[in-house]
């Protein structure tokens, strides 16, 4: 039996997104930069951005304001990846910060990098609020990851995909769509993911790096976080708060499986991890199925991210933070179910009268 295969063909470039393209072709040594703790779409998307760009004789290294994660070393050793000792910045013409469009996020790198004389570009796919800091950027919301359009610069740059861009790009899609279950996953995603696969990647070696290389005390630490769960809002609303420990460090507990957790029940509709990461410093992590934007409620506090899944740090004591948070929540679910519940239009008022 015969079968037909839809190869993946990159979308249409704006001309925004030529313009940074056309930016990112002409440089020579080009530093590309991430957000706090940087996550797998981050550290993906810059190793196969430095890939790609090596490959084409240009110079491209990567300075991040913190240390990956250990379950990321398969892809931080697909480049150079430095983490920022506070001194001075390595040469570059062209920074790139992916995966992130709001200069602080970089944390202490930020005010070194806007103070250089390089050229700035930005490749996220996240929503920017704020002003236009840039030269250029390729930007698109739509997209499910950053590495989704690290995959298109690719295409408009002639790049060949060797299994260390592939690796670093199905890395990508698989952390910021939960493994192809979060709603964000869509035709384009899928086809990218098997093209990966059809470059030399395999899915179940990824999945053991990144998921099963825990410590023995994992179980315990998940366990001891989830049993600070409580419920607000008829149960609409679960918030998981991690103080930090008698060592004075923030709780290790994995965030990701945490409020996949609390997604699980059935009656969530928000879930929210606030973890103490100093004596007056929280860090929001949030999640929703549903109308529930949390990139709303984000932004409330300085963060940012998408509809379903954003994030903020809070310069508040653990025990505000929370407060706050959970009473922005409420009130933002029950604005959310009145806007739901009345029709916005005399036509849908009589479709819902006539059970349409």
């Given at each position: 039996?015969?079968?037909?295969?839809?190869?993946?063909?990159?979308?249409?470039?704006?001309?925004?997104?030529?313009?940074?393209?056309?930016?990112?072709?002409?440089?020579?040594?080009?530093?590309?930069?991430?957000?706090?703790?940087?996550?797998?779409?981050?550290?993906?998307?810059?190793?196969?951005?430095?890939?790609?760009?090596?490959?084409?004789?240009?110079?491209?290294?990567?300075?991040?304001?913190?240390?990956?994660?250990s379950r990321y070393?398969?892809?931080?050793?697909?480049?150079?990846?430095?983490?920022?000792?506070?001194?001075?910045?390595?040469?570059?013409?062209?920074?790139?910060?992916?995966?992130?469009?709001?200069?602080?996020?970089?944390?202490?790198?930020?005010?070194?990098?806007?103070?250089?004389?390089?050229?700035?570009?930005?490749?996220?796919?996240?929503?920017?609020?704020?002003?236009?800091?840039?030269?250029?950027?390729?930007?698109?919301?739509?997209?499910?990851?950053?590495?989704?359009?690290?995959?298109?610069?690719?295409?408009?740059?002639?790049?060949?995909?060797?299994?260390?861009?592939?690796?670093?790009?199905?890395?990508?899609?698989?952390?910021?769509?939960?493994?192809?279950?979060?709603?964000?996953?869509?035709?384009?995603?899928?086809?990218?993911?098997?093209?990966?696969?059809?470059?030399?990647?395999?899915?179940?070696?990824?999945?053991?790096?990144?998921?099963?290389?825990?410590?023995?005390?994992?179980?315990?630490?998940?366990?001891?976080?989830?049993?600070?769960?409580?419920?607000?809002?008829?149960?609409?609303?679960?918030?998981?708060?991690?103080?930090?420990?008698?060592?004075?460090?923030?709780?290790?507990?994995?965030?990701?499986?945490?409020?996949?957790?609390?997604?699980?029940?059935?009656?969530?509709?928000?879930?929210?991890i606030v973890r103490?990461?100093?004596?007056?410093?929280?860090?929001?992590?949030?999640?929703?199925?549903?109308?529930?934007?949390?990139?709303?409620?984000?932004?409330?506090?300085?963060?940012?991210?998408?509809?379903?899944?954003?994030?903020?740090?809070?310069?508040?004591?653990?025990?505000?933070?929370?407060?706050?948070?959970?009473?922005?929540?409420?009130?933002?679910?029950?604005?959310?179910?009145?806007?739901?519940?009345?029709?916005?239009?005399?036509?849908?008022?009589?479709?819902?009268?006539?059970?349409?």
């Amino acid at each position: 039996m015969s079968t037909s295969r839809t190869e993946y063909q990159p979308p249409q470039a704006t001309p925004a997104q030529l313009e940074a393209i056309e930016l990112l072709r002409s440089s020579e040594r080009v530093l590309l930069t991430g957000h706090e703790r940087p996550d797998g779409d981050c550290l993906g998307s810059q190793a196969a951005l430095a890939r790609v760009l090596n490959a084409r004789g240009q110079s491209a290294f990567v300075l991040n304001p913190d240390p990956p994660e250990s379950r990321y070393g398969e892809v931080t050793e697909l480049a150079e990846f430095l983490v920022d000792d506070g001194g001075e910045i390595p040469e570059h013409d062209l920074v790139v910060m992916l995966d992130g469009g709001d200069l602080s996020r970089t944390g202490q790198l930020a005010p070194r990098l806007e103070a250089a004389p390089s050229r700035k570009l930005v490749v996220d796919h996240h929503l920017h609020e704020g002003s236009e800091w840039w030269d250029a950027a390729f930007i698109d919301t739509s997209a499910s990851a950053t590495g989704v359009l690290v995959r298109r610069i690719a295409g408009h740059l002639g790049a060949e995909l060797d299994t260390g861009i592939a690796r670093a790009i199905f890395t990508t899609l698989v952390t910021d769509t939960g493994w192809f279950k979060y709603s964000n996953t869509d035709q384009e995603t899928m086809l990218i993911g098997a093209e990966m696969i059809g470059a030399g990647v395999r899915p179940a070696q990824i999945y053991s790096d990144l998921f099963q290389r825990e410590e023995s005390e994992h179980p315990r630490t998940l366990a001891a976080a989830l049993a600070r769960t409580a419920y607000f809002a008829d149960g609409t609303i679960a918030v998981i708060d991690l103080p930090l420990g008698p060592d004075g460090r923030s709780s290790a507990a994995d965030g990701d499986v945490a409020l996949d957790i609390l997604r699980s029940v059935e009656q969530v509709e928000v879930a929210l991890i606030v973890r103490e990461i100093g004596a007056s410093r929280t860090k929001l992590s949030a999640r929703s199925k549903g109308a529930f934007n949390v990139q709303k409620l984000a932004h409330r506090f300085g963060g940012g991210g998408h509809a379903k899944a954003a994030g903020a740090t809070i310069e508040q004591p653990l025990i505000h933070a929370r407060l706050e948070l959970v009473e922005a929540a409420v009130e933002q679910l029950a604005a959310t179910k009145d806007r739901r519940a009345k029709p916005r239009s005399a036509a849908e008022a009589e479709r819902r009268k006539r059970g349409a």
